[in-house]
Every structure is written in C-alpha cells, then in structure tokens.
C-alpha cells in the first residue's frame, strides 16, 4: 500500500481501478527546407490550424449539453488562440525568416511563451500554460498527422491517473465514467481542477510522481477530502474508506436537498449564505451551490490573470456577465486589492519591507487614480446588468473612506455628464480588516450601506500574526478572544447605525464557528461555494436563541483553547449530523 499527499482540488472520495494515461510523446523533426518550400510549409501550417479549430468545434457540438459556461468559455479561448493573428503571423514570419521546419519553429516559439508565462508569481497565470500547452499539442498532433488517445470512449467505470491532464482532455472525456482524477502536476486554479470540481468529480491533483507509482488496473483510493491518494489499499483500508464513500454519498445527498432550502434557524431566522468568487467562471459553481448571492468578488484577480492591465471594456465585459448570470442576486464586487503577495504583470510595484503594511488596496487606488476610475467606471456602467454592491477593502479609518466615496462620486459625476447609463442607488460597503476600522466602526457605519468583515486580515493585524507564515501559524486564532471581540464590536455598532453585516474572510465558512457568529448577530455569511450546502446544514439544525447564548457563553471565556473545546463539545452534542 502507497498513500500520497497532494492539493485537493475537488472534493470527495472514489474508489476503483486504475486508468493509466500515458503522456503522448512525440519527436519533433527539425529540417531546413527551401525557399520555394516555404508556401508549402506555412499552407500545411493553416490546414493543422484549420483542422484543430474544427476539432475543437465538434468536441463544442458534442458535449454542448453537458457544458458549463466555463467548459464553454474555455474552449472558445482556445479557438481564438488558435486564430490569434498575432501568433500564426508570428511563427509564419518565423518560417520565412530561418527557413526552418513548422513543427520546429511552433516548438520554439510555445517554449519562449511558455517560459515567459512560468516565470509568473502569479498561480492563476502560471496555471495557463496548461492552455498553451493543449493548443499546441493539438495543433502538432495534425502537423505530425497523428491519432489521438480519446477518454471520450472510456466504457467502463476508472479512476483517472496521468502525469498531466489538459482542459481540453478533461472536457472532452466520458465523465459519467471517470470517477476520480490523480495527477501528477496540476493546481487549484487550472482548468482542469475547475471542470473536475464542476462535474463533482474527486481529484487529487500535484502528486509529483502518481503516474510513475501507480499501474494500470491497480486498486486506488482518491480522497478529494483529505488531498490523498492510496495505491493498492491494504484490506483494512479499503473497508475504512467503504464506510467513508456510504457516509460521504448520504452527505452529498443531504447536501444537495438543502440547495432547495432556505438557511434558516430552527426559530425561522433566516441568514444570507453568500459565496466568494475570484474568476468569473466560478459563477457556475456559485449557482449550483444555491448561494443568495456573491458577497465577495475578488476584482484583482482579472488583474493577476491577464499580461496586460485589462481595460475599461474588458473589466466591464467581466461584471456584465456576472451580474447578468446572477439574474438578480447581489454581486459584491470588491474594488482592486493589490499589493501585498498580490502583484499584477501590467502594475509597478516597488519592493517595501513589510508590503502587508505597505501599498496595498485602497492606499494604492487612491494613488493611482486613473487605475481606480476606470475600475470604478466599468462598474458603474457594469450595475444595470443586475444587482451590484461596490466594497472597498483595507480601509483603515473614516479619512480614507472619505476619499475613496469622493473618487466615486467623482466618477459618477463624470458618467452623468457623459449621459452614460448606471444605477442610481448601487449599495456601498466597506470592508473592515484593519483594528483601527473595528475600533472606529461606529464612525465609518455612518457613511456605507453595509460592512463586510474580511477576518482574514483582520485575525493577522489584531494578533500581528502573517497569515502565510506557517511558522506561527499556531497564533492565528480565530477564536482568539480579543478577535471575537471585535467581531462582536463591528456588527453591534453597524446594527446601531441600521446597516448589515457580512463576513467574507475563510472564518465564514469554518462550520466551527457558524453557530459562534450566528449568536453574535453575523447577518450574511460569505465563503467558498463548496462550504454553503455544510454552513446552511448547520445554521438549519440549530435555534437562533441557542446560537445567542453560545455568543455570550465565549465572550466571557479567555483562551482561544477554552472557546474551541466549547464550541466543538456544543456541536458535537447537537450537529453529528455535519460530519460525513
Ligand atoms: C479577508 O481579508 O478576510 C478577505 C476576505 O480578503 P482577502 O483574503 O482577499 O485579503
Ligand atoms: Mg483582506
């Protein structure tokens, strides 16, 4: 028996037999050809294009019925890669130039592409070379007029184990018969962790070496849960997991009835369940999940994805569609939240010595006006597509705030005189993760629509503890007393100035501290789609008069320890239903 630890990129367990794909290894031939070979050589270049286009066309018509509108938006970027001018200029100018090969010239110019895109900080960017990579490998295969492995045919019931797995493998394979994915590479964010998640399909991803250690027919254990695979269980193994599977479908299950219900308390408190987003492709996942809205849309990530700073079109292109496929349910977008570990190809940014103190969100908007207007303006142009709220992150006192409601009136202004059209009474929020905001929240209350807490700071600034530091990270605590009495101090003083508040740091959808937040009054709750169907399970199973008496019980407490045992013996006693 092998057991192996890698990212869990979907969750749950499969258990099966093991389908080996091999990677295609192809020689790539390297000759000079003639002057006069050369119209020859770039005509067999557009006929592989051609041929790949339509490819992808067909596999379009095919799966049409079981694709997403990410599956969909995928494979259109990859036809448009594929008639990028810019690129199939390139590489027949190449051709021209040296005089070389095709095949040989697409293989260099995919490597200087490649090598450029790796040398990203940025995961999501880095995740695209997957795509580059696909493309290429399709249009090469039609060069070099070989067939192609299709998972389209699998017959049988498989856990997927390969070295890589493209996006366009992923779409195109049977997936009532892939019942779980181990790869070898991979991350939460490419493509393919996408689709897996979005078919529910178990998958373990960035293994480094499953598809060395794992043979075909193997017996394999994927366990999306834990990020762990196990090759060949021993037979005591096998009947854990069994118990696991019979546990994890009535769960799933369970789950899936809930998306019909509403999340609300034994004593018929009703609470919003919002999800966070940070690429429009998420929305999918966000709809099936049942959330009441999108209470966090990382904007910046349109920023870290794309090479260039996206323009105004673009950026208002992204939130049409999300508001639009919402049809109505609020969108919370969140204005840039740069800086920090979050850096963007297209932006300056200078190196500081402590950058989660330094340039970040509204302090580098509020800098760089012309950034933060064209934002704010594709937004506002964005809101008549549905039900937009505008959030400002990291505002750290009514100064700022100030400032930043003065640029957007500023653009609304401008807008108004443009005659462009924007709704008129869009909902403006503030985001409270700085100490100093909590402290001042009674003040700031009195000048936004409503608050969302982003504990994921706040925990870092209150207990001055780096969120990403995995040396201290015993001390980021979010049962920490003095970060629950902050908690309790921003949603008592936004109450008294009659507005909500949600939360949008990871702590809302820790299933630990629902019933915690429930009783200090938490009114929208935020988090990843996955997390929703286990928070409403919980918020459904108990009263809103217990969860009130939790509330007080731990703000008297005074170590995190004592309110962690607390909590987990009040619901333990009450919820065995949450844990699968
Ligand atoms: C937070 O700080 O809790 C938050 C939601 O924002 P981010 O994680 O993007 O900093
Ligand atoms: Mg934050």
Redesign the pocket.
């Known amino acids: 028996m092998n057991e192996f630890k890698g990212i869990s990129v979907s969750p749950g367990i499969a258990m099966g037999k093991v389908f080996l794909l091999k990677e295609e290894k192809y020689s790539i031939p390297k000759y000079a050809i003639q002057t006069k070979e050369i119209k020859a050589e770039i005509d067999r270049f557009s006929g592989a294009i051609e041929n790949a286009i339509g490819e992808i066309k067909r596999l379009q018509e095919k799966s049409a019925s079981e694709m997403g509108e990410s599956e969909k938006q995928l494979l259109d970027s990859h036809i448009s890669m594929l008639s990028d001018e810019e690129f199939t200029g390139d590489i027949e100018k190449k051709v021209n130039e040296s005089k070389m090969n095709v095949e040989w010239i697409l293989l260099q110019v995919i490597e200087e592409l490649t090598k450029k895109i790796n040398e990203s900080s940025d995961e999501y960017i880095r995740a695209r070379s997957l795509d580059i990579h696909d493309v290429s490998r399709r249009v090469m295969r039609h060069l070099l007029l070989r067939e192609r492995v299709s998972l389209s045919d699998l017959s049988e019931e498989v856990i997927l184990v390969a070295h890589n797995l493209l996006p366009s493998d992923a779409i195109g394979m049977n997936k009532k018969m892939v019942r779980g994915i181990a790869i070898d590479l991979g991350s939460k964010t490419s493509h393919t962790a996408i689709i897996a998640r979005s078919f529910n399909i178990p998958s373990v991803m960035g293994l480094s070496e499953i598809s060395q250690q794992a043979s075909a027919g193997d017996d394999i254990i994927i366990d999306g849960n834990r990020g762990v695979v196990i090759v060949q269980p021993s037979a005591e193994v096998k009947i854990a997991y069994h118990t696991n599977l019979v546990k994890w479908h009535r769960h799933e299950k369970k789950l899936e009835e809930l998306k019909k219900l509403k999340a609300e308390t034994r004593d018929g408190k009703a609470i919003a369940l919002s999800a ?1 987003i940070e690429v429009a492709e998420e929305v999918d996942a966000v709809i099936k999940h049942g959330a009441d809205g999108i209470g ?1 849309f ?1 904007s ?1 990530f349109l920023f870290m994805r794309s090479p260039s700073v996206p323009t105004e079109e673009e950026q208002y292109r992204t939130y049409k569609y999300v508001l639009e496929r919402m049809k109505g349910k609020t969108v919370t977008i ?1 204005t840039l ?1 740069l800086g ?1 570990e ?1 850096m963007v190809p297209g932006l300056k940014f200078e190196a500081e010595d402590n950058p989660i103190l330094g340039w970040r ?1 509204v302090r580098y908007c509020l800098a760089k006006p012309d950034v933060f207007k064209t934002q704010l303006r594709a937004m506002l142009r964005a809101s008549i597509h549905g039900n937009l709220e505008i959030m400002f ?2 505002i750290s006192g009514i100064e700022e705030l100030l400032k930043v409601l003065d640029v957007l009136d500023m653009v609304k202004h401008e807008l108004k005189k443009e005659k462009t059209e924007f709704r008129k009474d869009i909902p403006v929020g503030a ?1 409270i ?1 700085v100490p100093s905001a909590a402290l001042t929240s009674e003040i700031i209350a009195k000048k936004v629509d409503f608050f ?9 600034y209150t207990i001055a503890v780096d ?1 990403s530091n995995e040396k201290i990270a015993y001390l980021y605590e979010p049962f920490h007393p003095g970060v629950l009495r902050l908690i309790k101090m921003i949603i008592d003083n936004a109450h008294e100035a009659g507005i909500p508040v949600s ?5 809302a959808g820790d299933p630990h501290a629902a019933v915690v937040l429930l009783g200090l009054h938490l009114d929208q709750f ?1 988090m990843s789609s996955f997390s929703i169907p286990e928070i409403k399970n919980i918020i459904r199973n108990v009263s809103f008069s217990e969860a009130e008496e939790v509330g007080k019980a731990i703000l008297k407490m005074k170590f995190s320890q004592e309110i962690d045992e607390y909590v987990r013996d009040w619901m333990e006693a009450r919820l065995a239903v949450v844990t699968y």
């Open positions: 966070n966090l990382r910046e969140r939240d920090g979050k969100a992150p990291m985001m993760e969302s807490i982003g504990t994921n700071d706040l925990i870092q969120r939360m949008c740091g990871e702590m935020s």
